[in-house]
């Protein structure tokens, strides 16, 4: 199969994969990922840091009063913290060549029997831009970063300067497996647990295959 721009799969149900095809982007929350590893202890798609900035260790002073504290390994909430997400996994599009490793293909299994290879990622980004658009809806898109948490991440902070909405595109690096593509949607009074978007049908763009050949499958660039 040749595809155009690097490639984009959504690991899922038959039921949920058929409703992306049909036009249907369905968005979870950051909190909704959050409670899902803190309430069910699931730390695959679970993450209890989502949104979330993470200190590792750092003194504090407040300015009015002089008083200064240090912080040791804590979460601290972002404006960012209620936008809403919607992973999938990409390739490298800088890299000649991709294989699963055992690793992901023991876990991304789990993640559902039915795969969706997007075909032409460009005219995929055009659809999810325009529909998001249509509601007023702020977008974002790119692929998430991994850093190490238990030391506190320069380029993490430095990436916050362009955008708060950037601490959703860092996720600690036992989760590097999953090489997530995401489309965020910033909306930081956000309520709900997660956002319905119409994209329009994508069949014409898309491809369904089971997991397993997905996962046994090897990408050479053209």
Known sequence: MIIKGFPLIKFQTANRIKDLQDGLMYMNSLEWYRK???KNSNN???DSFEGMFHINEANFVLSDTGESFKITNQLMMTSAANDYVYCMFGINPYGNSFTFTEEQKEI?????DTALLILDRDEFFKRIRNAALEENYEIYGGFVHYYDE??????LSLSLLSGI???AFWKRKAYAYQQEFRFLIHMPNGEKDHLELKIGDIH???KVYKTSDILNSKVTKM
């Open 204 to 206: 014409d763009i898309s």
């Open 36 to 38: 899902d590893e803190s």
């Open 150 to 155: 238990a030391k506190d991440s320069v380029d």
């Open 165 to 167: 909405q950037n601490i």
């Open 108 to 112: 991304i299994k789990t993640f559902g």
């Open 44 to 46: 695959v798609v679970g």
